[in-house]
């Protein structure tokens, strides 16, 4: 092993270490570690820097240790890492990665110097795209965004506080009103609005648990392992944080889904908040299997067929069995299919309500089980 490889190996020690910490909300020993593994990743990138020919290593290595940059916080150091990874010749894959690496720098390094104060008990989100302008944005861009992410957070508060997945009905008039959401309008520059939940930390008194702030960084912390497509780490998490079954993660994940940018008029879509003067910021920038609703790897006992549907929702029925409702979605042909939806993807199908919808499951008993639901495009939009 040379000197890159124990480098690297090191820094992927101290990043292991910090990933767990993250899981179980140690946020000082996560912090620590992350400082250490971009230390040592640092050092095997500016080591393999002189060597132009060795690929893919070198873009690997640098891609790593800007990445690494970013959990610390070290905005400058991350910008000229892909700068130097992009001076050489990394392959295509690799350099779009650090492409879109470079665009959630300068997109953090923008927001350092609007300094825009938020308070412990707000999230920011922002929208960044072509079809977004300096302070206006159309209102199907920008509200169902909202909506998914109030539902989200409420989704988040019940579950920090150890309630069971709410199958119908409202929130508990405790979670309404530590999250009774405000919207407050961001400076132009290309449109945010900040969500306060409740009342400001010193007035909460949560018996439970899941105070706004700690609603907040448990959000952004989600959000973070689903934009990285970590869903073992996403699942394991949400289920150590008071989720006794899948449904919690099911809803996170379809609720995600529905924040993610198009990769047409919203190129980004990014949420932060500020701790102690720093602030957290997660981008969304579009999950490599966003919009794929191919097959899943078919297993050697699968009897049933994989099917694509467009058409508008447009019946319903409570239940078809414990867990499960009905959803009617008309074809272009008038033909009415059965759909039958989990509890945990309710949320996003009654957002849906009416609209043209891709769907995509397995039909079995001549009905299709949901399992990826999306806004159909067209292309004279």
């Known amino acids: 092993m040379n000197d890159v490889e124990i480098l690297h190996s090191k820094a992927m020690e101290f990043a292991q270490e910090a990933v767990a910490a993250r899981y179980y909300h140690d946020d000082q020993k996560a912090v620590q570690a992350f ?7 640092a050092q095997a990138a500016a080591a393999i820097a002189p060597d132009l020919g060795g690929e893919p290593s070198r873009s690997v290595l640098h891609r790593s240790a800007a990445a690494l940059a970013l959990e610390c916080g070290e905005l400058r150091q991350a910008e000229r890492l892909v700068c130097v990874a992009l001076t050489g010749s990394p392959p295509e894959d ?13 997109m953090l390094l923008h927001y350092e ?8 008990n707000e999230l920011e989100l922002r929208l960044i795209g072509q079809g977004v302008g300096a302070g206006e944005v159309a209102s199907n861009r920008i509200m169902p965004r909202i909506d998914a992410a109030q539902t989200l957070i409420l989704r988040t508060s019940e579950r920090l506080r150890g309630l069971d997945f709410r199958r119908r009905g409202r929130p508990k008039k405790a979670v309404r009103d530590e999250c009774a959401f405000v919207l407050k309008a961001q400076p132009a520059a290309s449109f945010g609005v900040a969500l306060r939940l409740g009342v400001p930390k010193a007035q909460t008194s949560m018996a439970l648990g899941g105070t706004p702030d700690e609603v ?5 912390c989600c959000l973070r392992l689903f934009n990285d497509s970590a869903d073992d780490d996403l ?8 989720a006794p079954d899948e449904l919690y993660f099911t809803n996170f994940v379809s609720l995600a889904r529905e924040l993610e940018p198009d990769g047409s008029a919203v190129d980004a879509v990014a949420f932060t908040a500020s ?6 910021t997660v981008v969304l920038t579009g999950r490599p ?16 067929e994989w099917v694509t549907l467009t058409g508008e929702l447009v019946t319903a029925r409570k239940y078809v069995s414990p ?31 009416e609209d043209v919808v891709t769907i995509a499951g397995f039909r079995i008993k001549g009905r299709v089980h949901l399992s990826r639901l999306e806004e159909a495009l067209f292309t004279d939009e």
């Open 289 to 304: 299997d966003r919009g794929i609703f191919a097959p899943p790897p078919r297993t050697r006992d699968q009897k049933h």
């Open 94 to 106: 690799i350099a779009q990665e650090l492409r879109k690496l470079y665009d959630r720098v300068k």
């Open 113 to 120: 110097g609007q300094g825009v104060v938020l308070s412990d």
């Open 323 to 353: 867990g499960e409702g009905l959803i009617g979605l008309r074809d272009d042909s008038g033909k009415t299919h059965d759909v039958v939806v989990e509890e945990g993807m309710r949320d996003v199908v009654r957002s849906h309500w």
């Open 235 to 242: 699942r394991a998490r949400i289920i150590v944080h008071g």
């Open 35 to 41: 400082a250490e593994a971009f230390r040592w990743e």
């Open 216 to 220: 907040i960084d448990e959000t952004l």
């Open 275 to 280: 701790r102690d003067g720093k602030r957290n």
